[in-house]
């Protein structure tokens, strides 16, 4: 098992700025590629971006591509969403996710997700 716990959540004007983070416990951290997913309201649950367990790879979704940052820190078991010039669309619950596979549905374990609101 692998328990994941986000948090950097908020409200932001457009344009501004957050950092994600999730911290991982459990299994070995570097055995697991991790990624983050977002829920917009009524909408259905998408890939955001996903690291390998090195850091050496990443992968982004089209609409973050250039505005956010994957990264991790294998000796903190932690993994960041840096998210700069933030924009209205980009309002949803973000989800850490454990064995995450670039462009993928997700991989088993879930975090309990980080309301993110971006506000014009």
């Known amino acids: 098992q692998v328990q994941l716990v986000e948090s950097g959540g908020g409200l932001v004007l457009t344009g501004g700025s957050l950092r994600l983070s999730c911290a991982a416990s459990?299994?070995?951290?570097?055995?697991?590629?991790m990624g983050w997913f977002r829920r917009a309201p009524g909408k259905e649950l998408k890939f955001v971006a996903s690291?390998?367990?090195?850091?050496?790879?990443?992968y982004y979704a089209d609409s973050v591509k250039g505005r956010f940052t994957i990264s991790r820190d294998n000796a903190k078991n932690t993994v960041y969403l840096q998210m700069n010039s933030l924009k209205p669309e980009d309002t949803a619950v973000y989800y850490c996710?454990?064995?995450?596979?670039?462009?993928?549905?997700?991989?088993?374990?879930w975090g309990q997700g980080t309301q993110v609101t971006v506000s014009s």
């Open positions: 690291i390998n367990w090195s850091g050496g790879s990443t």
């Open positions: 459990g299994r070995t951290f570097t055995n697991y590629p």
């Open positions: 996710n454990a064995g995450t596979a670039p462009y993928s549905t997700g991989g088993a374990y």
